[in-house]
């Protein structure tokens, strides 16, 4: 350990956390309720102890509670943490204690090189096992004229998916596997998708360090990262090199060459709570900073924590401090890392006032939705929370996007042959306007999906009737049990040629409906190529090959990535497919309407059909663009559709999902002519004709 004192100067209260200078660092930090803090300064990520303790003195280094400090001829690279005093009354809601080293909240990055989770539960001085942040410039990087790609909505295709999990498969042959970097090395994979946004599970750090159960001999960790320890900084798992502090560079570097290929990014971001837990959880941030403030806390007994989110705690989103934390993390994310957007999980819990209850105006979900710094970027919320708030369709805001949860459950319920749902997927395909057209927003407010991270993938939705979580520890009682899926006549693998010919019939049918509906699609990393869970419906501990995309099934499935590339590429194509408002009734030139619904009979969709299995409909193109046809029988017998008349037109087949490839979907401008005035819809297939 080098032995040395640095000299000390007031310091400034803003900005929060720490300014590289020219001649050292300013270190900000706020705690209304401290009565003392204590800089603790380190030359590398595994020194046990500090080279410099710094006392800060409240009469000269605090403005009003902002306790700030500048160290001169400190550089970038450098270790520090804290040590904060104060009452430790816990049924009072504090729980200050000097004894725990605390992490900066605006640290831009971490260590866990010491970090021994067990050594922060209880009361006794940590030092020698605490989180470590490290000293870095943000202000010493080459962007190369990089921005927010700012992609209007309407057009954006969303891939949720798991840095880890995407290359830390050995068939990736990636050189840094798991990282930021082996994401970029597949940058040429998504470009080929065709997918315009990714959208990133938790990239914040996350302690995956914590093994929480052994599963016939395998560690279970989390794997997902739904537990925030540091919302400004990136996850060091991540990084090839964050001993040395590059978290922000290789973050950027990832940034920088999706854009440059047209790629948004957008994160998965977890503000509803941290990963400090209950009253017996770890002290190492916001507990030991001002737990009063940044918690909500039971009244009768301000020890314990109300607990919206299933997972602890809940952070006090609508405090003016909480707030202000979350505006400012949001816009560090996008000024200085270029990020396009934002996904808020469990995001009713923005909606909670001080004391719990929904409020009409949530001061940060309005601030998000007005701030001119995140008036381009995009913002989604996971309109529902584990205490029962469902928000769907009147979540606070005007431009919010929602996860629509009906769409999901009322497709898949289509699909697998539910009766009687014809009306509800007619809604969904049209935008969901049912429920968000009274509050005067748009199709795109609807985030349109299938299959998220937490669920069966899309193979398993089409291959498993139940879950199968035993490789969880937990005795298959977690996750969901009404997964709205049909394994097409056999549980699980199966050799039998017709189940999985039925399997892959099923899932290029909920690729096709996901492209012609209105709306935002995404859909999750590996559905393209196949990719199982072997029925597992939450694996969230699956650090394994469980979750990791298997790169085989890239060639194994080749036929399934083509036809998810081609339908991709279509939804593009035609205009009609991204409207950026509702159906009006409006005639085209050829007097077609923007859209009409059909049954197996022009013009009779049989809404009040118990029984129905079918549903057609037709879409006018304006401004030069073709009308579309599209047909579609969950029925397991085929059955023969009319098809409407255009005048000086003819229907072309571009996409039948019963024909095997390549016939199934054909490249722009190979359209199959179609002669009569019907079409025979194969049992459980979805047809889309063109007009030309």
């Known amino acids: 350990m080098t032995v040395k004192t640095l000299t000390t100067s007031i310091g400034t209260a803003r900005p929060l956390g720490t300014k590289v200078k020219s001649d050292g660092v300013n270190f900000s930090l706020f705690s209304e309720g401290a009565t003392g803090v204590d800089l603790l300064l380190f030359d590398s990520h595994s020194d046990r102890e500090p080279f410099q303790v710094i006392s800060l003195d409240p009469t000269v280094n605090k403005t009003f509670n902002f306790w700030h400090i500048f160290v001169e001829g400190l550089t970038e690279g450098a270790h520090y943490a804290y040590r904060v005093h104060g009452p430790d009354n816990t049924s009072d809601g504090h729980r200050f204690n000097p004894n725990k080293v605390l992490i900066d909240p605006y640290s831009k990055g971490n260590n866990k090189t010491l970090w021994r989770r067990g050594d922060a539960c209880g009361p006794e001085d940590n030092l ?22 700012g992609r209007p909505v309407n057009e954006t295709i969303i891939y949720e998916m798991h840095v880890g999990g995407f290359t830390n498969s050995s068939t990736s042959g990636v050189t840094n596997p798991g990282k930021f970097s082996g994401l970029v090395e597949k940058i040429p994979y998504l470009k ?37 320890m540091s919302y400004f900084a990136p996850h060091p798992s991540y990084c090839t090199n964050p001993e040395v502090g590059d978290h922000v560079r290789e973050f950027r570097d990832m940034v920088k060459a999706l854009h440059r290929e047209g790629i948004e990014v957008i994160l ?33 007994n301000k020890e314990y924590y109300y607990d919206y989110t299933g997972c602890g705690n809940t952070f006090n989103c609508n405090h003016p401090i909480g707030e202000k934390f979350i505006i400012d993390c949001l816009r560090y994310w996008v000024q200085e890392m270029h990020v396009d957007g934002f996904r808020f999980d469990e995001g009713s819990v923005l909606s909670r006032g001080e004391d719990g209850r929904p409020l009409e105006h949530p001061p940060v979900v309005w601030a998000i939705e007005l701030d001119d710094v995140l008036s381009d970027t995009k913002v989604i919320a996971e309109a529902w929370d584990a205490a029962g708030l469902y928000q769907i369709g009147y979540f606070p805001g005007y431009r919010w996007a929602e996860w ?22 007619a809604s969904r395909i049209a935008g969901s306007a ?19 991270h937490d669920g069966f993938t899309l193979y398993d939705l089409v291959a498993y009737n139940d879950k199968h979580n035993e490789a969880n520890g937990e005795n298959n009682q977690d996750g969901i049990n009404d997964n709205l899926s049909w394994n097409c006549g056999t549980e699980g693998d199966t050799s039998d040629h017709w189940v999985l ?49 298997d790169w085989n099934l890239v ?33 085209n030139e050829r007097g077609v309407q923007d859209i009409s619904w059909h049954g197996t009979k022009l013009n009779a969709p049989g809404w009040d059909d118990a029984n129905a299995r079918c549903l057609a409909f037709t879409m006018g193109g304006f401004e030069g663009d073709t009308d579309l046809h599209v047909m579609m029988n969950m029925y397991w017998e085929s059955l023969e559709f009319e ?26 401008g190979e359209s199959v002519l179609i002669k009569g005035n019907t079409y025979l819809v194969t049992s459980r297939s979805i047809v889309v004709l063109e007009s030309k």
């Not at 016939?663 to 722009?668: A, S």
Request: proline share 5%.
């Open 192 to 228: 080929q998708l065709g997918i315009t946004a990714v959208e990133l599970l938790p990239i914040f750090e996350f302690d995956d360090t914590e093994v929480l159960r052994v599963v016939d001999g395998k560690p279970l960790t989390n794997y997902w990262g739904y537990s925030t």
């Open 555 to 587: 060639e194994e499935n080749a036929d399934l990535l083509r036809f998810w590339q081609m339908v991709i590429a279509r939804r593009k194509h035609f205009k009609e497919l991204l409207r950026p408002r509702y159906f009006t009734g409006a005639l």
């Open 501 to 549: 010919d039925l399997r892959k019939r099923q899932i290029k049918n909920f690729a096709v409906l996901l492209m012609v509906s209105q709306g935002v699609p995404m859909f999750v990393m590996g559905d393209e190529v196949g990719r199982t869970q072997k029925g597992n419906n939450n694996a969230y501990c699956q650090d394994n090959e469980i979750s990791w995309f």
């Open 268 to 300: 998965d971001v977890v503000f509803n709570h941290t990963d400090e837990g209950n009253h017996q959880g770890p002290v190492f941030s916001f507990k030991g900073l001002d737990n009063r403030i940044y918690y909500y806390l039971v009244p009768e």
């Open 434 to 452: 049912d429920l968000y057209q009274s509050r005067s927003h748009l199709p795109v407010n609807s985030v349109n999906f299938i299959t998220a």
């Open 404 to 425: 629509n949860g009906r769409f999901r459950d009322d497709l898949r319920r289509f699909v697998k042959g539910d009766r009687g749902v014809i009306s509800a997927v």
């Open 643 to 668: 098809l409407p008349t255009i005048s000086g037109q003819n229907w072309y087949r571009f996409i039948d999902t019963a024909l095997p490839t390549p016939e199934d979907i054909v490249p722009l």
């Open 128 to 149: 020698v096992s605490s989180l470590r942040c490290v000293v870095i410039d943000t202000d010493n990087y080459d962007w190369e004229g990089d921005k927010p790609i």
